[in-house]
Structures are given as structure tokens and as C-alpha cells.
């Protein structure tokens, strides 16, 4: 049983930046891939980031390339979303997920209760 839970959210105007975090419990954190999504209200859950367990490999969604970046650290069982360039369309209830690498929902297996990230204009 994998547990996650997310922190580092809140309010910021367009142009800022924010971190996320996620803490995972569970001896199995380095061998799974990670990922964080999104849904925003009246919106389907649309992928962000993911990270294999090695963190060698990452691959984001076109809208927030070259904005966001995963990160991980396995001695800490812990993700990370560095957050720049916020725009109002970010905002979101920001989820963390693990399981196997990929970019839709049914690849991740265990998820966070989420963080609202909230960017006025």
C-alpha cells in the first residue's frame, strides 16, 4: 500500500512561482513512477508531469513545458513540481500519482487527496 500526500499549494498571481510536494509512504517509492495531474473546475483530470523511478526520464505536457519541472528524491520518497511563469489557466486541484510511467490516469495505481493551486490575473 503506497500513501501520498501533497503540500504547497495556495494562491499566487500570474507570473509567479509555487512548489509542490508530495511524500510517499511505502518501501517500493524508487521503482515507480510518479506523475502529477490536474483538474480544474468543469474540467476533465488532464496529465502535467511524470518521472520514472530513477528520475532519468521525465516528460511533461505541451502546456506547461518549458514552465514546469519534476523532480524526485527516492531518499526522501518525495516528488516535487516546480511551479514558474503561473498563469490563471493553471489553476487546479494539483494531484500526485504512482505507478507506471505514462500519461493517463490508469497507469497510476495509488493518489493524493490533491492541493489547490489557485493564479489570479
Known amino acids: 500500500q503506497v500513501q501520498l500526500v501533497e503540500s504547497g499549494g495556495g494562491l499566487v498571481q500570474a507570473g509567479g512561482s509555487l512548489r509542490l510536494s508530495c511524500a510517499a509512504s511505502g518501501r517500493s517509492f524508487s521503482s515507480a513512477a510518479m506523475a502529477w495531474f490536474r483538474q480544474a473546475p468543469g474540467k476533465e483530470r488532464e496529465f502535467v508531469a511524470t518521472i520514472s523511478g530513477s528520475g532519468g526520464t521525465t516528460y511533461y505536457a505541451d502546456s506547461v513545458k518549458g514552465r514546469f519541472t519534476i523532480s524526485r528524491d527516492n531518499a526522501k520518497n518525495t516528488v516535487y513540481l516546480q511551479m514558474n511563469s503561473l498563469r490563471p489557466e493553471d489553476t487546479a486541484v494539483y494531484y500526485c500519482?504512482?505507478?507506471?510511467?505514462?500519461?493517463?490516469?490508469?497507469?497510476?495505481?495509488?493518489w493524493g487527496q490533491g492541493t489547490q493551486v489557485t493564479v489570479s490575473s
Open positions: 500519482a504512482a505507478g507506471t510511467f505514462g500519461t493517463y490516469g490508469y497507469n497510476y495505481r495509488y
